[in-house]
């Protein structure tokens, strides 16, 4: 989630899509669907135009971006059924119930811890 209304929270909405394609991924290696929501879509006063939020999502592995509003509710059911109409076509063709070797996990895979996350 970001603000509409403030550029400097899409940074941070990349650091965290970073922070979780680091940390978990699917069986194939993939980054798990995430959809961005692009909050505050009832105010006035957006700054970041649709086509830098296109651009945005592609770049950093995100399905899409759905305009929404905490204060409204609106685009909320849109984001989860997006959000669930992209997980069933990625993993469709994906066996979450064999593992490929024994020493890998099924379903979604944590990667190992590193030092640096200590810290946070």
Same mark, same amino acid.
């Given at each position: ?27 194939? *290696? ?33 399905? @899409? ?7 409204? @509710?609106? @685009?909320?059911?849109?984001?989860? *059924?997006?959000?669930?109409? *992209? ?19 099924? @379903? ?13």
């Amino acid at each position: 989630v970001f603000d509409l209304t403030r550029l400097s929270t899409l940074e941070s909405a990349r650091k965290w899509r970073q922070d979780i394609n680091e940390k978990v991924v699917l069986p194939d *290696g993939e980054p798990i669907p995430m959809i961005l929501l692009a909050n505050k879509s009832d105010v006035a006063d957006v700054q970041i135009p649709k086509e830098k939020l296109d651009a945005f999502v592609q770049d950093h592995q995100f399905l @899409g971006w759905v305009a929404t509003s905490a204060a409204t @509710g609106s @685009g909320i059911e849109e984001a989860f *059924g997006s959000l669930v109409d *992209g997980i069933v076509t990625i993993t469709k063709d994906m066996d979450f119930n064999t593992p490929k070797s024994p020493d890998s996990s099924m @379903g979604v895979k944590l990667k190992p811890r590193t030092p640096k996350d200590k810290d946070r």
